[in-house]
């Protein structure tokens, strides 16, 4: 099961999200299978209730119009033509696919029993008997028949318009919250896939520093030996001896660099901020000032990480003050406590009065063998200790004003154990 855990692992935010794509979608279906069918329950209710109102309305005529042959002996013309609307609305209410679902069995047994009644004692009138007191005397019976099966169908109609407002409301709650999902699963899946590439760009980044220290270091070792047996008598030229042997150190120090990058993640080493701070030094006239906060001093970091981090800016800010001899670097530290998130943060920042950089330049800071100046200082630093910061689960962050001096801030994540007030 091992061999398959990274595969799975790597998997698992695009599984995440084909879930909540797949929820999303069920819940909008659903939803609008639900507002599908209030509206049909509205026009089906409709129907049912211009039906039963119909019935009661032609109800309410024949009896006007039996009245009225009552008191005149004679039938009115309107009559059979009320009578025949009453049949014609009663039949086509009984014939409704969906009329059970507003009905219930006594209404239909009601609306069977008026039409027996109407049929008993109104066609009688109509094929002309004169009894129109019999037939007054069954239209209120008839009447609230139709009464109670209308109030029936009006209050089961209200129950289900009601109870798919509900459960629309409740699929459309399931619908945003599947969004809220979908857009929980996109973001998790984009920080995976910043993720996988940041460790892929560290792996780059530590092979090829690998690989270069690992073809460089004999052969700068050879010529470090080979100008350390040279004097100026022995050499054509002799004042390109001190720039060589310069550039050799140089070239050390590069591949030194590179593999500390390269097995910085195998150095399991940690020392105090102090210890680490104190070995900084400076090669040129620049003044360093070290100014650390209650806290940061005992903080306990990577050693070679940041030993080679520090050093690094340290010497960046060094190249920007070439040109300044009494310029000064400071470097200072401190502890951010984040509440909310219950983590700790060291903060260190390296700072210059240098001449700063122009906007074009602080766009390709870090950019790997950028360099705005030829010799020691090569651009390959910045874009390294970023990468090495990134690796303890860090930031770094370059800040610069043209002609105001530049600062490096190194932020790395500490224990509450890891520093001690």
């Known amino acids: 099961m091992r061999r398959y855990a990274p595969g799975l692992k790597a998997a698992l935010p695009f599984a995440s999200l084909g879930i909540a794509l797949l929820l999303c979608g069920g819940a909008f279906v659903r939803s609008e299978q639900y507002r599908a069918e209030s509206d049909l329950n509205y026009s089906q209710t409709y129907e049912v209730q211009w039906r039963t109102t119909q019935i009661r309305e032609h109800l309410a005529r024949i009896h006007g119009d039996l009245r009225l042959a009552a008191a005149t002996s004679r039938m009115q013309a309107d009559l059979k033509r009320q009578v025949f609307l009453l049949n014609a609305n009663v039949d086509q209410l009984l014939k409704l696919e969906y009329a059970p679902k507003f009905l219930g069995d006594r209404d239909v047994e009601l609306l069977r029993g008026l039409q ?43 129950t289900l ?24 699963a996109v973001g998790y899946t984009i920080m995976h896939l910043r993720n996988a590439l940041t460790r892929r760009q560290e792996q780059h980044l530590r092979s090829f520093s690998s690989l270069y220290a690992h073809m460089t270091r004999s052969r700068v070792t050879a010529l470090k030996l080979f100008l350390g047996y040279q004097d100026e008598e022995s050499v054509k030229h002799p004042d390109m001896l001190a720039p060589a042997r310069e550039a050799v150190q140089q070239l050390e120090a590069i591949t030194n660099g590179l593999a500390a990058i390269a097995y910085a993640n195998r150095d399991t080493r940690r020392e105090s901020l102090t210890t680490v701070l104190d070995q900084l030094k400076t090669i040129g006239p620049c003044t360093l000032h070290i100014r650390i906060r209650p806290g940061a001093a005992q903080a306990l ?14 010497q960046n800010a060094e190249a920007a003050l070439v040109d300044r001899p009494k310029g000064q670097i400071t470097v200072a530290a401190k502890v951010n406590d984040r509440r909310f998130s219950k983590r700790r943060d060291l903060v260190v920042e390296v700072l210059d009065d240098g001449p700063g950089m122009s906007a074009d330049v602080m766009a390709k800071a870090k950019t790997p063998f950028f360099s705005t100046r030829a010799g020691r200082h090569t651009g390959l630093g910045l ?35 890891d520093c001690h007030e």
Request: glycine fraction near 6%; hydrophobic fraction near 50%; charged fraction near 15%.
């Open 161 to 184: 318009n009601t109870t798919a407002h509900i459960e629309e409301a409740a699929w459309r709650n399931r619908f945003l919250f599947a969004v809220a999902l979908v857009l929980a």
């Open 116 to 158: 027996a009644v109407a049929s008993d004692h109104l066609d009688p009138i109509l094929e002309g008997s004169t009894d129109f007191g019999g037939a007054l005397q069954v239209m209120p019976d008839l009447e609230q028949r139709m009464f109670e099966v209308s109030g029936t169908a009006v209050a089961h109609a209200g």
């Open 301 to 314: 970091v990577p050693a070679a990480p940041m030993r080679l981090i520090l050093d690094e800016l340290v």
């Open 383 to 417: 874009t390294g200790c970023a990468q090495m910061a990134a690796a303890f689960n860090g930031t770094l962050v370059l800040n610069s004003e043209y002609s105001k001096g530049t600062s490096v801030r190194v932020s790395i994540p500490i224990e509450p154990f």
